[in-house]
């Protein structure tokens, strides 16, 4: 079936360094990939998406490309801010359906 | 604003004690799920509607029941709670257009609801 796989965390950075959380993928036909974030005590929420092979979602500073070839989307930002401690979920969507497959999630935390 | 709401936001109960948690919706969005949280695994669906009185399981549903009577709500139902339900719940809503691939829809999620059975 289809699933979703990202790095491990948490992830402890200093304020201003550049981000990068890993995320593969294995799923059938052409999937929607999505990041989505939670900060603490809240739901979740949309960071960025993107639908096609090659489409680069960006939002708040982040980014992720969707790389076909390598089944991949890989969550960047150049300078991390305190105020981006959350955790960060790559998920998918397949088939036509709503449901989302969702990684584990990586734990991020950002010290001044 | 167009949000999605959960109540309660924290539950402590005992097994076997029936319980119910509500979510509702103000977006007119056809297609709601749930969702349950646990450490190490992400978020896995327990149910999902597609419109009124269209129900369906998702890949965790076993303990769980739903209702669909109205388009705004979709409440989680435990029959009988067990410990193993011991879970951050999360209902969440989106238009429904079937495409091809996957659906493209941006999904907006509740506030969660934390459940303990005690």
């Known amino acids: 079936g289809d699933s979703v796989t990202q790095m491990e965390g948490p992830v402890t950075l200093s304020e201003e360094a550049f981000l990068t959380i890993n995320c593969t993928y294995t799923a059938t036909g052409y999937p929607s990939l999505f990041w989505y974030v939670q900060y603490p005590g809240e739901g979740l929420q949309l960071l960025l998406k993107?639908?096609?092979?090659?489409d680069k979602g960006s939002n708040k500073g982040f980014e992720a490309t969707y790389r076909k070839e390598t089944t991949s989307f890989h969550l960047e930002k150049g300078s991390v801010q305190v105020s981006d401690s959350a955790v960060y979920f790559c998920a998918l969507t397949s088939g036509g359906y709503n449901k989302l497959i969702f990684g584990a999630g990586t734990r991020l935390a950002v010290h001044p | 604003e167009a949000q999605v709401t959960q109540n309660p936001r924290y539950l402590i109960t005992v097994t076997g004690k029936k319980l119910t948690v509500t979510c509702s919706q103000n977006?007119?969005?056809?297609?709601m799920s749930w969702y349950r949280q646990d450490p190490g695994l992400g978020l896995r669906q327990i149910y999902y509607s597609m419109n009124v009185e269209v129900t369906d399981k998702g890949d965790v549903p076993e303990g769980y029941k739903v209702s669909r009577k109205e388009k705004r709500n979709f409440p989680l139902i435990l029959e009988s709670p067990s410990p193993n339900q011991t879970s951050l719940y999360f209902c969440a809503s989106s238009p429904l257009r079937i495409s091809g691939g996957g659906s493209t829809d941006t999904q907006y999620f509740g506030p969660g609801t934390r459940l303990t059975v005690l």
């Open positions: 977006m007119n969005h056809e297609y």
């Open positions: 993107a639908t096609k092979a090659d």
